[in-house]
């Protein structure tokens, strides 16, 4: 996960910014990444995902950048637009693992005004 | 979309009351999954399925159970329901089978189940 403590971070962008939600995850075996965003009142959505082979992937207005070095992981969205504003969450798994399957951070609260 | 439709949407019951949300996909994934989603925590893995009669606990199991009779259902019961499972409950499947009994691929959630024990 990437933050402790009840209450979300939470990142405020005008519209038109560039974002930067950081994640940092907790288990050095894990292999796989995955970036969800969170409207509200409904289901996690899948933005973007990295294997551990990879430094950086775009997308589409998005991406993902990972440092094994210090098991830290961001998602950067260009131009944020205000139907961007959601709780965006890191999720990691380590494939090998029997028993893999992914855990989720808490979440980072964005939030785009005009 | 991944056709999966979670029912009640929302429900308030009592301390003490069962209560059983279904989990209902349309596409024959094998994989299946339940999470609760509270403040501060996150989503956590209550149970999984990976096929009929096949289930597993996650990491948060304890006052829940599961089960999968067909491939397009998966209940979640609450055999008598606490207030410390005031949650939103989502479920989940997964697209992706290459390797771990949980799958690998992304995950796709369903809208999600309001739940209000009192």
């Known amino acids: 996960g990437e933050s402790v403590g009840l209450h979300l971070p939470t990142l405020s962008v005008q519209e038109g910014d560039n974002s930067i939600i950081n994640c940092a995850y907790s288990?050095?075996?894990?292999?796989?990444f995955i970036w969800y965003k969170q409207e509200s009142g409904k289901g996690p959505q899948f933005i973007i995902d990295?294997?551990?082979?990879?430094d950086k992937r775009q997308g589409q207005r998005v991406t993902v950048l990972l440092n094994k070095t210090v098991k830290h992981l961001s998602l950067q969205i260009a131009a944020t637009q205000p139907g961007d504003s959601a709780v965006y969450f890191c999720?990691?798994?380590?494939?090998?693992?029997?028993?893999?399957?992914?855990?989720f951070g808490r979440g980072t609260q964005l939030t785009v005004w005009p | 979309d991944a056709g999966i439709t979670q029912s009640p949407r929302h429900k308030v019951t009592e301390t003490g009351t069962p209560v059983t949300l279904r989990c209902h996909q349309t596409e024959n994934h094998r994989y299946m999954y339940w999470y609760r989603q509270d403040p501060g925590h996150g989503l956590r893995l209550i149970h999984y399925?990976?096929?009929?009669?096949?289930?597993d606990k996650g990491e948060v199991s304890d006052g829940y159970s599961v089960s999968r009779s067909k491939t397009e259902d998966f209940l979640l019961t609450l055999e008598s329901a606490t207030s410390s499972q005031t949650s939103v409950y989502f479920c989940a499947i997964t697209t992706g089978a290459s390797g771990g009994r949980t799958g690998t691929g992304e995950l796709f959630f369903g809208e999600g189940s309001r739940l209000t024990v009192l």
């Open positions: 399925s990976y096929g009929v009669k096949d289930t």
């Open positions: 990295i294997r551990s082979n990879m």
């Open positions: 288990n050095s075996a894990s292999d796989y």
């Open positions: 999720a990691e798994i380590d494939r090998g693992s029997t028993l893999g399957r992914l855990y």
